[in-house]
């Protein structure tokens, strides 16, 4: 059988964190791995009121096919909220794609070739690196920091670079939770600017901010360079696969014909539900309370983490998102410590996946928002007692 499959497909892995969340299925487990909203916070009568409404209201027509683009109504919702904040976005630049991996994958289709270079961060969003890897791409990866991606480092990295993308999550990085500085933006953006390259600005967690000032996207700095990525699966539910992405008319045009021909259509019933859900609910209150318990939640594994880990261990405090990045001292393998803490049965994500080539490394990505406060709080427990062993020995 495998002298039948595509060069294409042969040399990507398997998600290594869908095999992490294999094994976090175990209910013994405690899993921080998962980048799992809440389930608790779903607005499961809302959104039932708004299907039992549309079935009631126009139930054949919410049960047919619809055009590529999305539905029309849910497209204007998201240009009314760019305008929100600032940005002037049309309704014809913005396609609806299931969740924004699709948005990612469709890019790839679109405008690379193989061996074509991609700019990434370093750690980088393992979903992106797996997507743009199934087209073959070739990553240049940037480090980021605390105050955003390093900017000497890019500016050496474009010397040689003949990258077509650069991909990019600067509110509340996945996976270190950091976000970019608006004078780290600038600089990227001047780096960037009148080069043939276009910019990713992929913004899954940036309505979640529990402190700090909303930072200026790209799109108003880049605006002819920067596709903008979307999703409601981290503010609504993760399960309708509903995100968009926003691009120039000329590169839609052909995100377009890529996805009629990959699926003719997102789930055009959920994008009614969601439509009708929103129209119904004031989004912005909803999100209110998903930012008041993720940011409790994230105190919560803070002070454990103050408590349980050694003195040795650091950690980024995010201002918003689902994640925390934790250090561990000099040598010590994230890896190593994931298998001896499943026996401990606690799960997490170990950095190694969210780097290009580097390996054994001693980082690693804890999940708080899926898990509750004293379910957090032991697992954080068990954890600290598998680094004060290890470093004991």
């Known amino acids: ?87 002037q976005i049309s309704v014809d630049e913005i396609l609806i794609t299931n969740g924004s991996q699709q948005g990612l994958d469709l890019l790839g289709k679109v405008l690379l070739n193989e061996g074509d270079q991609v700019l990434i961060e370093e750690p980088g969003y393992l979903g992106a690196i797996q997507a743009f890897e ?70 899954p967690y940036g309505d979640l901010r529990f402190s700090g000032e909303e930072k200026q996207s790209f799109k108003a700095l880049l605006p002819d360079q920067t596709i ?74 803070e002070n454990a983490i103050k408590r349980c880990f050694p003195e040795q261990v650091s950690y980024i405090n995010p201002e918003g998102g689902m994640f925390l990045w934790v250090t561990l001292p000099e040598g010590m393998s994230a890896t190593e410590l994931f298998d001896k803490a499943l026996k401990y049965k606690v799960a997490f994500v170990p950095g190694d996946p969210f780097y290009v080539e580097k390996r054994g490394l001693n980082t690693l990505r804890l999940n708080f928002s899926s898990v509750d406060p004293d379910i957090i709080e032991e697992g954080i427990k068990r954890l600290g007692k598998v680094l004060h062993e290890l470093l004991d020995n």
């Open 134 to 203: 199934v087209y073959s791409a070739v990553f240049n990866s940037v480090p980021v920091h605390q105050d955003g991606m390093d900017i000497d480092a890019l500016k050496e990295t474009l010397k040689t670079s003949n990258a077509k993308l650069m991909y990019t999550v600067p509110n509340f990085q996945n996976p270190s939770g950091i976000s970019y500085t608006d004078e780290n933006r600038r600089a990227v953006a001047d780096c960037l600017l009148n080069k043939k390259i276009l910019l990713i600005e992929d913004n």
């Open 228 to 301: 903008l990525l979307g999703s409601f699966s981290k503010t609504v539910v993760p399960s309708f696969r509903l995100g968009w992405i926003t691009a120039p008319k000329a590169l839609m045009d052909k995100l377009v014909i890529a996805k009629q021909a990959g699926d003719l259509h997102t789930n055009y019933f959920c994008q009614r539900v969601l439509h009708r859900f929103l129209q119904d609910n004031d989004l912005q209150a909803h999100i209110k309370k998903i930012i008041a318990v993720y940011g409790h939640q994230k105190q919560v594994m």
């Open 1 to 87: 059988m495998n002298e039948l499959f595509s060069n294409r497909i042969s040399g990507v892995a398997p998600s290594f964190i869908r095999e992490i969340l294999k094994v976090a299925m175990d209910p013994e487990i405690i899993s921080f791995a998962g980048g799992l909203p809440n389930r608790d916070l779903f607005p499961v009568q809302a959104l039932q009121k708004a299907t039992n409404d549309l079935f009631n209201e126009d139930g054949k027509d919410i049960l047919q096919y619809s055009s590529t683009e999305g539905y029309l109504p849910l497209r204007e919702m998201i240009a009314a909220d760019y305008k929100r904040k600032g940005l």
